[in-house]
């Protein structure tokens, strides 16, 4: 399955943190979103292989993605702010098949930031 | 129904009740749906899919019904258990969008 580290990061207010993501192995499209509590996860960005294709307006320029490979991914939150504070999702996929949409999520990383 | 903040729409049922879900989705242009069941600290595990072509689909223990014209979407759990208590996201995806948008949200809480 997808695999994202750490689960759970508490950091101080203007500190950078870096968030990870292994996707499944096969799959070429990779996924970050965030969750707050009690609301439904809202997409960031997306890469198909290396290739960063699309944006949110939610992603500040504080925040900066990568998928050198095409294979894992990282999120970087710098000068955090305690309204970053949410659960970090990511997910995968194949844009190859008959149900390319579906994605698949990783447990999250769960960011405090005091 | 629509949440505010923290308040999500909450669905009590008792074990082996059939329990049904619904979702108001935004977009006329959608074409493909989906059902996510979310445990407690657990990201999103996939249940059900749906294309704009069909208006049911089945799957086990769970139907989808579609209806496109009124913009609604239901999940049906059939025999419901108390591992299916979880919050339970419909969400859409936009003809010629790279992603799927999320609607708020739905809490089943099944008691034995």
């Known amino acids: 399955g997808v695999s994202q580290s750490p689960s759970n990061k508490v950091t101080e207010k203007g500190k950078d943190v870096e968030l990870r993501c292994d996707p499944i192995?096969?799959?070429?499209?990779l996924y970050w979103y965030r969750q707050t509590l009690g609301q439904g996860p809202e997409f960031l960005t997306y890469f198909q292989n290396e290739a960063q294709l699309e944006k949110s307006r939610l992603l500040s320029d504080r925040f900066s993605a990568e998928r050198p490979k095409g294979s894992f991914s990282t999120l970087e939150i710098q000068r955090t702010e305690q309204g970053d504070s949410a659960m970090y999702l990511c997910?995968?996929?194949?844009?190859?098949?008959?149900?390319?949409?579906?994605?698949?999520f990783g447990s999250g990383t769960q960011l405090s930031v005091l | 129904g629509e949440s505010v903040g923290l308040h999500l729409p909450t669905l009590s049922v008792q074990e082996g009740d059939n329990s049904i879900i619904n979702c108001a989705y935004s977009?006329?242009?959608?074409?493909?749906f989906i059902w996510y069941k979310q445990e407690s600290g657990k990201g999103p595990q996939f249940i059900i899919d749906?294309?704009?072509?069909?208006d049911k689909r089945q799957g086990q223990r769970v139907t989808v019904l579609l209806n496109k014209t009124v913009k609604h979407l239901s999940l049906q759990i059939a025999a419901t258990q108390p591992g299916d208590s979880a919050v339970y996201f419909c969400?859409?995806?936009?003809?010629?969008?790279?992603?799927?948008?999320f609607g708020k949200g739905t809490m089943l809480l099944v008691s034995p």
């Open positions: 749906i294309r704009s072509n069909m």
């Open positions: 997910a995968s996929s194949s844009s190859r098949g008959a149900t390319n949409e579906k994605l698949f």
């Open positions: 192995s096969e799959h070429n499209r």
């Open positions: 969400a859409e995806k936009y003809s010629g969008y790279s992603t799927l948008t």
């Open positions: 977009n006329s242009a959608s074409d493909y």
